[in-house]
């Protein structure tokens, strides 16, 4: 059945409300707020610190590390790696914090291959530039089409071999992320067995599985994550985190960054993932988080409508193709 406009505006009206029920409660030592990942029972900071190409935008070790550790003394607990980052830098670059400090956060990466061997490998490496026999959080890496979808849960591909790393405690909790196939995703959190999921989400909730600029016919950015996939996440307590909330810096003209970043945290998510390529940006976005109050229902009605039918159609044909390296 096609999605009106109003039924977007509506979905993240309600989503709104939603996020009002989510219990968030600001850690005493640092003012960080924090919100329990789903079924997960971990406390996260509602800031999570993407380490993808824009922690890697530091370029040098020691400024990436700085930043890193900034990031964790102002109450940033939540760290989302992934092997393909710099193909493995971002990894070699947490390991090389951990050589030195204790892990006192919470470690996510995220695995490509779809052939189980090869993710096998891929976990193995993982963990030895990570320095770690165990991970929090490890995630199927960017979820695609429908044929992506079923060499995933092929049997003894990717999916069978993140359940046997959650049987063997070599990560916690495993998960699965995605950007491009909202109807996709909802299929996934259905039929599996799934402890997390980081979607994209943000005001022009990106994610077609036919980009257009076709407005009231199912086909916009606003018939994304928000509005199919979430739901599911949420009926099913998994732990929730948003990403793509400044749609690659692509958004920056529809809204400045902290509304986009309110609009993110305003949801019913635990955590926001953002890259901050530099420190004032880290700053700024950790104020923003300490400071953080839920958008207002009409805010968030507001926000996704603001967003030209053009630039929609840009962002769904950018992220189609896009990947997370």
Request: proline share 4%; hydrophobic share 40%; charged share 25%.
């Amino acid at each position: 059945m096609s999605l009106t406009r109003r039924n977007f505006l509506e979905g993240a009206a309600l989503s709104a409300l939603a996020a009002q029920a989510v219990v968030t409660a600001q850690d005493p030592k640092t003012g960080m707020p924090m919100r329990t990942l789903g079924r997960t029972g971990e406390r996260v900071s509602l800031l999570a610190l993407g380490a993808g190409s824009r922690w890697l935008m530091y370029k040098d070790l020691d400024k990436g590390l700085e930043a890193l550790d900034r990031a964790l003394k102002a109450g940033i607990n939540y760290v989302d790696s992934a092997a393909s980052y710099g193909d493995g830098q971002s990894e070699s670059w947490v390991g090389e914090y951990l050589k030195t400090n204790k892990k006192t956060f919470f470690l996510v990466t995220k695995i490509t291959p779809r052939k189980g061997d090869e993710a096998k490998r891929q976990i193995e490496r993982s963990l030895k530039l990570l320095g770690v026999s165990q991970v929090d959080l490890m995630h199927v890496h960017a979820l695609g089409n429908e044929d992506d979808l079923a060499q995933v849960e092929a049997k003894g591909n990717i999916l069978d071999v993140l359940y046997q790393m959650r049987e063997q405690k070599v990560a916690r909790f495993i998960g699965v992320t995605a950007h491009t196939n909202p109807q996709v995703t909802k299929t996934l959190l259905e039929r599996q067995d799934l402890d997390s999921v980081q979607m994209a989400l943000n005001i022009a909730q990106i994610g077609n599985s036919a980009p257009s600029n076709r407005v009231g016919q199912g086909q916009t950015g606003a018939s994304g994550f928000e509005r199919i996939a979430m739901p599911v996440a949420l009926k099913k307590n998994m732990g929730l985190t948003a990403m793509k909330v400044f749609g690659q810096d692509k958004l920056l003209p529809a809204a400045p960054i902290e509304t986009l970043l309110r609009y993110a945290m305003s949801l019913p998510v635990s955590a926001a993932v953002a890259g901050m390529p530099k420190l004032e940006m880290l700053e700024e976005n950790i104020r923003v988080a300490k400071a953080f109050k839920p958008l207002s229902r009409d805010e968030m009605k507001a926000l996704p409508e603001s967003v030209s039918q053009q630039l929609r159609a840009s962002l769904d044909h950018f992220f189609a193709n896009h990947a997370d390296v």
